[in-house]
């Protein structure tokens, strides 16, 4: 009998086990839409591929082809390597996204911790751009929505800067930002749509408790769209923040509850 007990033990043991490394090496994608009145018309929708924390996974020229996706930007949200990844993969990401999609991303806080100028440089060399509290104005027949992309903190000890973006009054405003904690420091933001990662939704969702990795400000923005309040301008009336569960894993290469995820965000005018 204990010997039954002892088989069904190990099977179901390496049943779960073989589930959150499915959860953690899937491709799934979360379509979305986004509605605005302040969308210039030729931004219709506009499809944007948001991913981020990559971490040490290989993209899959093959999977993602599979998927046709047809976006027409990629953001990247930070995380995009961790120390120890060869910086061979990383190039390999990098310029696979670029032959997709014209690519735009910030660093996140295991980027520093990999080498920041060495990710700068392979952003420069795969032809992509990397947003250090920059803005720049994506184009498209004759019309521009604005992308403003923050710069990581050294540390968690150090402030984001007070960088909000260069744009004009009125203009439709997306910030790419790796960690969601950056609402918290800036209570005037101007902007319709916010993009981070860095929570892994808490990666391992147990029944009951949750998600026992996530505490504080993180319990409440964990994952997921969220409306905003803020007050920056009566243009601004409508925030959306995403926090996207990321594409890769941080510690162990396994997921529960909570399987990686890309997002394919569409641009709609809001009629």
Known sequence: MIGWLSIIAGAAALGMLGWMTMEAVGYRVCEDSIESDKLPASFQNYRILFMSDIHRRKLSERK?????????????????????????????????????????????????????????????????????????????????????GMMQPATRKHFYSRFKGQLQQGQYHIILVHDPIW??????????????????????????????????????????????AHKASRYYSDMRLLISRGFGTSHIPLRLGCPSEFHLISLKKKL
């Open 64 to 148: 993602l082809q599979k998927l046709n996706l047809m976006p027409d930007c990629i953001l990247l949200g930070g995380d995009i390597t961790e120390r120890g990844v060869p910086w061979s993969r990383v190039r390999h990401n990098l310029e696979l996204l670029r032959r997709i999609a014209p690519v735009y991303g910030v660093l996140g806080n295991h980027d520093l911790a990999a080498g920041k100028q060495h990710l700068e440089e392979l952003f420069k060399t795969a032809g992509a751009s990397l947003l250090k509290d920059k803005t720049l104005m994506l184009e498209k027949d004759g019309d521009c929505i604005a992308l403003s």
């Open 183 to 228: 609402i918290e420091e800036h209570d005037d933001i101007a902007a319709d749509l916010i993009l981070t990662g860095h929570t892994h939704g808490g990666q391992i969702i147990l029944p009951l408790l949750g998600a026992v990795r996530l505490e504080g400000f993180y319990k409440e923005y964990g994952a997921g769209w969220f409306s905003l």
